[in-house]
């Protein structure tokens, strides 16, 4: 209902939008990310809930030829380390076995033909790694171990909040810390000036014909989001909706506020 009130293609800030702000951390991260297309390895992605980790991987993902790059992207992190690999196993279209250690020779197996014989590169996207269990980080860098580790032949990344970077650098993951090929670290959009164009760019591309928010309406979106997409678009989205049954075209200051008591 209120797309077509205020005569928008879709949310602004919401996951149907394709076309991404970018004034350079994008950027960054597209030319991390083709690193390890060229160079398959282990990159780490962090950032806080809602800054666009996962939608900017999307993005990138998407672009991806499909006879080249088998993408697999696994967000369900809270389980046991058998568990994940039995998901991998069963994307690369592998019969999970029970046992770890056939589990592991299997897929291995496939992603080495997949490589040799179809020049396919696995490309693994763990979301929410924050949540792996500490094993996993263990016995990672086995497992990406090929021909007395001679090859690497899938690129792994790790993407969650800032903490996972911090569990990284102790000691018992330090097999892992050492094969991370590439880091980003993604910042939310909180100086003003930026912020305004995130907005303006997120509704133009929506296709909003005219102003929604004065000056001080975009302050008090950005103090209130602290410069997180995510929670920006929430606001606006709730806000649209409570000028629906107003009859109102723009989203007055005080409209805000009360979509963001809304969201409290």
């Known amino acids: 209902m209120y797309l077509q009130h205020f005569g928008l293609r879709h949310a602004p ?19 991390r990310f083709n690193w390890l297309l060229q160079a398959p390895g282990v990159g780490l992605i962090t950032g806080e809930p809602g800054v666009g980790k996962t939608a900017a991987l999307r993005s990138l993902s998407d672009a991806l030829n499909p006879h080249r790059y088998q ?47 179809k020049q396919l590169l696995p490309v693994w996207i763990i979301d929410e790694a924050q949540n792996l ?73 929506a296709g909003c014909q005219h102003t929604l928010l004065a000056d001080s309406g975009m302050e008090v979106l950005r103090q209130a989001s602290k410069g997180l997409p995510r929670i920006a678009g929430r606001i606006l989205h709730t806000a649209m909706r409570l000028a629906v049954p107003k009859g109102l075209n723009h989203l007055p200051d005080d409209l805000l506020q009360q979509a963001i008591e809304e969201l409290r």
Not at 183 to 201: K, M, Q, W, Y
């Open 133 to 205: 269990p500490v094993e996993f980080f263990r016995y990672l860098p086995a497992f990406l171990n090929f021909a007395f580790d001679a090859r690497d032949l899938v690129t792994v990344w790790l993407v969650g909040h800032p903490g996972l970077a911090q569990t990284l650098e102790r000691a018992p993951y330090a097999a892992l810390h050492g094969r991370i090929a590439a880091r980003v670290h993604l910042r939310p959009v909180v100086e003003r000036e930026r912020f305004a164009l995130l907005i303006g760019h997120a509704l133009k591309t």
């Open 71 to 117: 993408v697999v992207y696994q967000p369900e992190t809270d389980f046991g380390r058998l568990d994940l690999y039995r998901s991998l196993a069963g994307a690369l279209g592998v019969e999970p076995s029970y046992r770890r250690a056939q589990l592991w020779r299997d897929i291995k197996q496939r992603i080495a033909e997949m490589v040799d014989g």
């Open 13 to 31: 800030l919401g996951k149907d939008g394709k076309d991404l702000w970018d004034d350079g951390a994008l950027a960054h991260l597209s030319e």
